[in-house]
RNA sequence: GCCCCCAUCGUCUAGCGGCCUAGGACAUCGCCCUCUCACGGCGAAGACACCGGUUCAAAUCCGGUUGGGGGUACCA
């Protein structure tokens, strides 16, 4: 059996966009499933805008997402380089190839010239494709453009009849005709870059790729693909077009719908199980009730058979609930590690963190953690368990402290924590309980000012929990702190 | 303009002729838990785009319409 080989080919353009990260992990897993290779190439001929930069950000992006490959930067495989800017060479040696065969040919008209060729085109109804031109120029007329200081492009001869079928794996038998639809395009630009139909051909072909597993942007193109396949005897690769990700209005998905760039998601606080777990299910299912799959799960029930075929809105709010609920599968060291950068980054700790401050850091945590979506969250969850500079949310302010009895009751409850022997439910519930006899108010009517005094709002963990991860200092000195405030409101 | 792809709840989807009074998940709403918020539990509402066929039988097959997406470049 021939080893699957399948590709990843994103284009440094300065990020890794979930669309692309999306097209990765479905060959990634493909290559995983099948103990294949996956092979990542970077599409660099764009020399303005590629960078290593630019390459690196992507790199980082798929390390992130866990999607490691067997041939590529960084991994030296038997079918490389692995950056199209190092094989320009081989793209000029099979263009000349297919001159010398009689199916390719330069040409010397310009883009104002096909431009107007075009609107004529249209305007008649008709399929825009070159009308060749150049095909058969003499050497008189060839010395004539060149005299005029043209410099030629290399066009593809298509065929002159019939149609190419595509046998999609996905969308199955997709016929183009060849006249109409496939014209002799530019393979070789003037400036002696190749464009991305042939180099796509060439490198595919040259590193044996298999399977081409793309976005469904490229299913019109395919056709000119296999024509070039054929034309230079490379055998014909299986296609799979994967349907495209769209934003909440229906449109591809961009940047004007908001973060589209896997490293920022990773910097929100996104875990790489949420992101991996969530863009799988984007256009691949694997039966009627499972949503959650571990990553090794992912590999051994991945198959293209189960791909959509519709496009998919990308939900960032279902993204949001899986992200929560993988934080809440990680182990309060591992939630810890994730959530510690946050912390420093706010500055509620050092970067040397000693075990005391630690444990403390993880106390917390386990209060917070069933309220996180996003490890960023922590940041403002926690405000007042690391410092006494936090805001009063006036609203919840002037709702719940401007009650009768809020002064007495704080003041009780001040009391009761300086003569408890510790602070936990055990020892204040039952003095609390007294104070409810006392004002004639319910538990909420004692905790709900309680609890505005000393986190500033009222959402918080559980008060006893807040309480214990205070210390009873911190809640006198608050307490004390908010009894002042209101004594010079009124 | 021309060509290609697609069409089930708001969203992601299950469904590959009878198992469908169409299942699950997110979101929404209600109830429970409860000191608030989360978490968790229970429940509700919510879809086969439309029109023709084929068939004893259609969400499932075929055609058309409409709608959405993509391609049509010396961008990838």
Redesign the pocket.
């Known amino acids: 059996m021939n080893t699957v080989r399948v590709r990843f080919a994103p284009?440094p353009t300065g990020y890794l966009h979930v669309g692309g990260a999306r097209t990765a992990l479905f060959n990634w897993l493909y290559a995983r499933h099948h103990d294949g290779v996956f092979v990542l190439r970077i599409?660099d001929?764009?020399l303005a805008r590629s960078t290593d930069e630019a390459t690196q950000v992507i790199l980082d992006a798929l390390q992130f997402l866990g999607m490691d490959w067997d041939e590529g930067p960084g991994v030296e495989g038997d079918y490389g380089p692995y950056y199209q800017s190092k094989r320009l060479d081989l793209y000029g040696k099979y263009a000349d190839k297919l001159m010398e065969m009689g199916r390719a040919y330069k040409c010397y008209?310009?883009?104002e010239e096909?431009e107007k060729k075009?609107e004529e085109?249209?305007k008649q109804?008709?399929?825009?494709h070159y009308d060749r031109h150049c095909l058969h120029l003499t050497a008189e007329q060839e010395a004539q453009y060149q005299a005029e200081g043209r410099t030629p492009?290399i066009r593809f001869k298509s065929l002159d009849e019939g149609v190419t079928e595509v046998d999609d794996m996905i969308?199955?038998k997709?016929r183009?005709d060849n006249v109409?639809?496939v014209d002799d395009?530019?393979i070789m630009?003037?400036?002696g870059?190749p464009?991305?139909?042939f180099a796509v051909v060439v490198d595919d072909a040259l590193m044996r790729i298999t399977h081409v597993i793309r976005g469904?942007?490229?299913?019109?193109?395919t056709p000119k693909q296999i024509q070039i396949y054929q034309a230079l005897g490379f055998p014909v690769p299986r296609f799979a077009h994967i349907?495209?990700i769209?934003g909440p209005d229906?449109?591809?998905l961009s940047k004007r719908h908001g973060a589209t760039s896997v490293m920022q998601f990773k910097e929100e606080g996104y875990l790489s199980h949420a992101m991996v777990n969530y863009l799988a299910?984007?256009?691949w299912?694997y039966?009627?009730?499972q949503?959650l799959f571990s990553i090794p799960e992912l590999i051994e029930k991945f198959s293209l058979e189960?791909v959509?075929?519709?496009?998919?809105?990308f939900?960032i709010?279902?993204l949001e609930?899986m992200n929560?609920v993988y934080i809440?599968e990680l182990s309060l060291e591992d939630l810890y590690s994730e959530i510690l950068p946050y912390w420093q980054q706010a500055g509620f700790l050092p970067q040397d963190v000693n075990s005391e401050l630690k444990d403390y850091g993880l106390r917390i945590l386990k209060e917070l953690q069933?309220?996180l979506k996003l490890l960023a969250d922590a940041v403002d969850l926690a405000r007042y368990f690391f410092t006494d500079d936090y805001e009063y949310n006036q609203e919840v302010v002037e709702k719940i402290l401007t009650k009768p009895q809020t002064k007495e009751i704080l003041k009780y409850i001040s009391e009761a924590v300086a003569n408890a022997s510790v602070l936990d439910e055990e020892n204040l519930k039952p003095l609390f309980k007294q104070g409810l006899e006392q004002f004639g108010v319910k538990?909420?009517d004692l905790?709900?000012p309680l609890?505005v005094a000393l986190t500033g709002t009222?959402?918080?963990?559980?008060?006893?929990d807040v309480l214990a991860l205070l210390g009873r200092e911190r809640v006198l000195e608050r307490i004390k702190r908010t009894l002042e405030m209101l004594e010079e409101r009124s």
């Open positions: 284009s599409e001929t764009d008209c310009t883009p096909l075009r085109q249209i109804g008709q399929a825009t492009v969308r199955g997709v183009f109409a639809q395009f530019v630009k003037s400036d870059m464009t991305y139909n469904e942007d490229h299913l019109s193109n349907p495209m769209l229906k449109s591809l299910l984007l256009g299912s039966d009627d009730s949503t189960r959509s075929k519709n496009p998919a809105v939900d709010q279902k609930w929560g809440r069933p309220r538990m909420g905790i709900q609890r009222n959402v918080s963990p559980g008060i006893y």
